[in-house]
């Protein structure tokens, strides 16, 4: 069991955090005054990162915690270690993600199809459940999923993926409509092409990225710290009345 730390006042969990948008979005959030829990499935990636988070605040804000998301029990000891440590959980960030083939729907195995579908979709419905008790003794919360702009688009070569991302939308809008009386709001986040450690193999071909450069207004691909104050705002009282909300931030890729 964690020791307490420092209540320095509300606390967030952020899967995939180790890096990419998850770390950016921990860093926004932990100067916006939040403890911030650190979690993937790399743990000695996690205590680097929520050290790092730490000398960078000069205290102990963010503690690591590393989960499976495809395993519930490990999901529910994420929220459980959050609240021995901080005694409450405001907020949720859905960040952690996976997609395990690059091909056609209509071909893609049943094995990697299913991983999506739990990674992408179930975890977060586990994740929810599991903080909605806390939230709601805290009198509200927010949960934010990052979802895509594949969620809403069809896409060569990234079908069950998208598939999987278009389900999280709607767990968003499902879970805004029975959360709303609790104080809970709930809102997903559709980043386009992000340069991450996620997108490095498909960007390394120099004709995609060339498409998805072009695809964009500004002409250039997005980086996490674009998305990051979005969830900084969404998490805060200024988003007091938006909930069951998809955020596009895509450069104008999909206008």
């Not at 998850?22 to 911030?36: I, P, Q, R, W």
């Not at 499976?68 to 952690?96: P, W």
């Not at 809008?173 to 959360?179: G, I, P, S, V």
């Amino acid at each position: 069991m964690m020791k307490k730390i420092e209540k320095t006042g509300r606390a967030a969990i952020i899967t995939g955090s180790s890096r990419g948008i998850g770390y950016s979005v921990a860093a926004e959030l932990a100067s916006a005054g939040y403890n911030v829990v650190i979690s993937s499935r790399r743990g000695e990636a996690c205590e680097e990162v929520a050290e790092q988070i730490n000398e960078a605040q000069g205290r102990r804000v963010a503690i690591a915690c590393s989960a499976d998301i495809a395993e519930k029990s490990a999901l529910e000891n994420l929220v459980g270690e959050t609240v021995a440590a901080f005694d409450r959980l405001d907020c949720l960030v859905c960040n952690a993600a996976s997609s395990s083939y690059f091909g056609s729907l209509c071909k893609t195995p049943d094995k990697d199809f299913e991983q999506m579908l739990q990674n992408n979709i179930l975890s977060a419905h586990w994740l929810t459940q599991a903080s909605i008790p806390h939230m709601e003794n805290n009198g509200g919360g927010s949960v934010i999923y990052i979802a895509s702009i594949s969620g809403f688009r069809a896409y060569d070569y990234i079908g069950a993926y998208s598939a999987s991302k278009a389900g999280l939308l709607q767990l968003a809008r499902n879970y805004a409509r029975e959360l709303g009386s609790k104080k809970i709001r709930v809102n997903a986040i559709s980043p386009g092409v992000i340069e991450t450690d996620f997108s490095r193999s498909t960007l390394a071909k120099p004709e995609i990225r060339a498409e998805y450069e072009s695809a964009t207004c500004i002409g250039r691909l997005g980086l996490p710290g674009d998305i990051a104050p979005m969830a900084k705002f969404l998490a805060s009282p200024d988003a007091a009345y938006i909930t069951g909300q998809n955020i596009v931030i895509d450069g104008g890729a999909t206008i």
